[in-house]
């Protein structure tokens, strides 16, 4: 039987949580690589052939990687572990935040809301350490979160009719009928439109708005970081997230060999030599990682859509403004 850390020190836990299709395996990846180059490990670029890091460290395990949703970073980071992935903010009280409508909403689809879905804290899932789980009492990371004296905790957020029309391609590959059916209906039938104002985009500002009303609350603790700027630069950003998530500034020698071997060329490739999806969800061999152009929204923008988008949105008390969009579109989004 495996090892099993107990995590006592659980109200130090750094939570780096994305909405889906917000760079989370980017994310995933580039931390892993971060941490494995940092303590002397090697990878070689599966496109290019190039050896990265300390040609006698020992290579990155592909086949042992999971996704997490914990990551053990001691040794990089001054905690021994890193959440990575998707969640409601911990400390969130919907009551406290006036947000009436928050308890009554659910998700359209499980998976935004992991430490909250009624998991096996007592085994969750840890990539990158010597054990493969560990325990998370999840009443004392929420009781810390609320008090402000949690670990740092950041949302990466992408503008929610991107992250819609991508989820929505996503869930429709997906092989899971949990996914790829809405109410009933294979989710290759529904509209987009009505994909996003019957599901969607609910969903979207149910986690958002947690986020948001932390962030406002405890500014120190809670960093919100839009998509659209990690894709501008992503050392840069990632940098400022690992940053926050440190707890103070601090070199970081090996980030842009990690950022680099996160690319999408590359994670397909490693795809490939595995044989399966990275995140286990696609059925013969596809992938479900998808080339992104910063310069290009990921769907042709309707502007009549995009206005009725924010207007529910800001009717949920989601605040607008928070929203980047790509580049060539900044102008029309303002008129939006």
Known sequence: MSRIEVMFGVSGL???STIPRSGTWFLRYAISFLCHLEQGGQIVDCVTGRLVGDPAGPTFDFERFRGGPLFHVRGVFPVPHLFVGHTACPGFVAKTAGVDWWERTRFHVPGYDYFHE???YRYTPIDLGPYQYTKVRVGALERSARKGTSGPIVLVYRNPLDQAASYYRYCRNHKDSTYNCLGGRPLSSVPFRDYLFDSALASYAKQFISF??????????VLLMPYERMLRDRVGALAM???????APREWPTLADAVWLARTEHMKAIEKQLGRSLDGTRAA???HITQVNPGRPSRRIDERLRSEALARLAGMGVDTGLFEWPAIDRAASVAA
């Open 14 to 16: 750094p939570i780096l």
């Open 118 to 120: 009624g998991m096996n």
């Open 212 to 221: 948001q009303a932390m962030a406002d609350r405890h500014p120190a603790q």
């Open 241 to 247: 997230v690992l940053d926050h998530l440190n707890g």
């Open 285 to 287: 061999r596809g992938s």
